[in-house]
C-alpha cells in the first residue's frame, strides 16, 4: 500500500497559490511521489465545534487548502522529501501565498484503497 502525507493550510491568494502547488508538484514526482494533489476550499461548511476554517484558524480573507502527496511507501517519501528540501527551486516565493505556522500536516500509512 502507498504512504501518504497529508496538509491542511489556510490560503489568501488562490491564483498565488495555484503557481506555487504547479511549481512544486513535477519536482515531488521527480523526487519518487506517485500524484500531487491540491484542493482549494470550495465547498467548505463551518462548524459548531471544529471545521478547516477554525483548524489553521482561518481569517476573513483566507480560505482553507487540502493536499496530499502519495508515495509508494514511507521509504520513497522519506528519501524523496530530503531531496525535495535540498532542490533549489523549491525556494518558496515571496510573499508565501498561505501561513505555514498555521499549517498542519502528518503522514499515513494507507489502508483502504479502491485504486489498487
Known sequence: MTYIDGFVAPARDREAYLEM???AAPIFIEH???RVVEGFGHDVPRGKVTDFYMAVKAEENETP???WIEWPDKAT????????MADER?????????DGQRMFWGGFESIVDTQG
Do not use: Q
Open 77 to 84: 517519501r522519506d528519501a524523496g522529501w530530503e531531496k525535495v
Open 90 to 98: 523549491m525556494k518558496p516565493p515571496e510573499p508565501m501565498p498561505f
Open 32 to 34: 519518487g511521489a506517485l
Open 65 to 67: 487548502i487540502f493536499s
Open 21 to 23: 502547488a504547479k511549481k
